[in-house]
């Protein structure tokens, strides 16, 4: 497959992101917040420290970690309706993100904390969930480091950096990070979830016009080790100014 020609309606390369921007802790009162842009896709990520654990971890003297997410009627044109982050897609994201994220964690080095990762999208074009993720995780290494300042826990002693891309089969093509224009008309479509060790997170992948081979799943998994790093770098550069930002 090809994975270099221009074809794309924005110009880009078939292996080039969009551009990335994060801001650090916009929110006054959360523990931990971002909001992380890549092209025009906007989500605002949160993160909320509290004392203990759900019913089923308590004495074990682990944490957790888990996650809303949710889509703003104004994010998209024409309006949407508002979504209950329970139900139908909302929930299946939202647990998408909250496995994702705890995979990041030591959870025996938490303790008895939960994290609450709440992730509202303010404006999409393609690839919320992933954005979500990506941003997820930064908000969260800001909360914890609300910890550190006290004396309690060390981020760098918990998280292994975890990042996520979609990614799109056209035809002969391979192209990373899709706009909704593009994801609404792939052969198929892939949302992959990474550490920085390289090793998978999650891998979800549906065909919308036909099916794939198992070669092509391979080409989907290099183009998004070529291209995850990239990411890891925007999130190091976002968390090394957690300290600056906090107030």
């Not at 996520?164 to 056209?170: D, H, L, P, R, Y």
Request: hydrophobic share 35%; net charge negative; aromatic share 4%.
């Amino acid at each position: 497959m090809n994975s270099q020609n221009k074809i794309r309606i924005d110009g880009r390369t078939n292996l080039e992101l969009r551009p990335i921007e994060m801001e650090i802790n916009p929110l006054a009162f959360s523990d931990g917040s971002v909001t992380i842009s890549t092209g025009k896709t906007k989500v605002l990520c949160s993160a909320s420290l509290q004392e203990g654990v759900p019913p089923f971890l308590i004495g074990q003297n682990k944490g957790w970690i888990t996650a809303e997410y949710s889509m703003l009627p104004g994010s998209t044109s024409p309006r949407s309706s508002r979504e209950n982050s329970r139900r139908g897609r909302s929930q299946e994201i939202s647990r998408l993100i909250g496995r994702s994220l705890r995979a990041a964690a030591d959870l025996d080095k938490l303790g008895e904390y939960t994290i609450n990762i709440d992730c509202d999208v303010l404006q999409a074009d393609g690839g919320t969930r992933t954005a979500s993720i990506t941003g997820g995780y930064v908000a969260m290494v800001s909360a914890i480091t609300k910890l550190k300042h006290l004396g309690i826990l060390d981020p760098r002693e918990i998280f292994t950096p975890i990042a996520a891309t979609s990614i799109g089969i056209f035809a002969e093509n391979i192209l990373v990070d899709l706009c909704y224009e593009e994801d609404s008309v792939a052969d198929a479509d892939f949302n992959i979830v990474m550490a920085s060790d390289g090793k998978i997170v999650e891998i979800q992948g549906a065909a919308e016009g036909s099916r794939y081979s198992v070669e092509s799943v391979h080409e989907v998994l290099d183009a998004a080790r070529e291209t995850l790093p990239i990411l890891f770098n925007e999130q190091k550069t976002a968390i090394s100014n957690i300290n600056l930002s906090k107030k």
